[in-house]
Structure formats: structure tokens, C-alpha cells
């Protein structure tokens, strides 16, 4: 549970200002894009512990450890009650700029 609580943190620390307006009336949309971005931060954070333990991955490994981690994230937060949108996708939640 405490690795969906920090992914959803960062989640929603690199929505913009609007989106974090949307979250805080109850709007439940992630774009994807700030969701791969959380889990690119949080996958980073995992190699550097490693590496201070002194393993090593190769370049392969550490590629599809990435496309794996964001993936695995993606389902948490979708379990957690979030859904996430494609970039391209139109989001049903209101825009906070729009209704001004």
C-alpha cells in the first residue's frame, strides 16, 4: 500500500496547477504521461540504491525493468480508484481554467 501512496504522490505533484485544482474535487484522472513520469522517478531511486549495493543490470534489463515498473504502477493506481488517459485522450473532469 505505501508504494501506491508514494506513486500516487508523485502523481499528483507533477500534474499542473489545474489538474491539481481537478484532483481536489474529487476528479480521479492521472495523464499518462505524469504517471510515467512518477514511475521514471521512482525507478531511477531504485537503480541508484542499488548500484550503491553494488549491483549492476544490463542496459536490456534496466529497459524492461523501467517498461515493467510503469506498467505495475499504472495497475496500482487504476486499483487504487484512479484512471488513467492517454495524452491524447479528452478528460472528462472539468478544467479549472475553462470554467473561469
Given at each position: 500500500?505505501?508504494?501506491?501512496?508514494?506513486?500516487?504522490?508523485?502523481?499528483?505533484?507533477?500534474?499542473?496547477?489545474?489538474?491539481?485544482?481537478?484532483?481536489?474535487?474529487?476528479c480521479?484522472?492521472?495523464?499518462?504521461?505524469?504517471?510515467?513520469?512518477?514511475?521514471?522517478?521512482?525507478?531511477?531511486?531504485?537503480?541508484?540504491?542499488?548500484?550503491?549495493?553494488?549491483?549492476?543490470?544490463?542496459?536490456?534489463?534496466?529497459?524492461?525493468?523501467?517498461?515493467?515498473?510503469?506498467?505495475?504502477?499504472?495497475?496500482?493506481?487504476?486499483?487504487?480508484?484512479?484512471?488513467?488517459?492517454?495524452v491524447?485522450?479528452?478528460?472528462?473532469?472539468?478544467?479549472?481554467?475553462?470554467?473561469?
Amino acid at each position: 500500500m505505501r508504494r501506491v501512496s508514494i506513486a500516487m504522490a508523485f502523481a499528483i505533484l507533477s500534474l499542473p496547477a489545474a489538474g491539481r485544482a481537478a484532483f481536489a474535487d474529487e476528479c480521479r484522472q492521472l495523464s499518462e504521461s505524469n504517471v510515467k513520469i512518477a514511475s521514471m522517478r521512482q525507478y531511477a531511486d531504485i537503480l541508484t540504491s542499488a548500484a550503491r549495493n553494488g549491483w549492476t543490470y544490463a542496459p536490456a534489463a534496466i529497459d524492461s525493468g523501467s517498461k515493467r515498473h510503469f506498467e505495475e504502477m499504472k495497475l496500482q493506481l487504476i486499483a487504487a480508484g484512479f484512471e488513467v488517459v492517454p495524452v491524447s485522450a479528452r478528460p472528462r473532469c472539468p478544467d479549472e481554467v475553462a470554467s473561469k
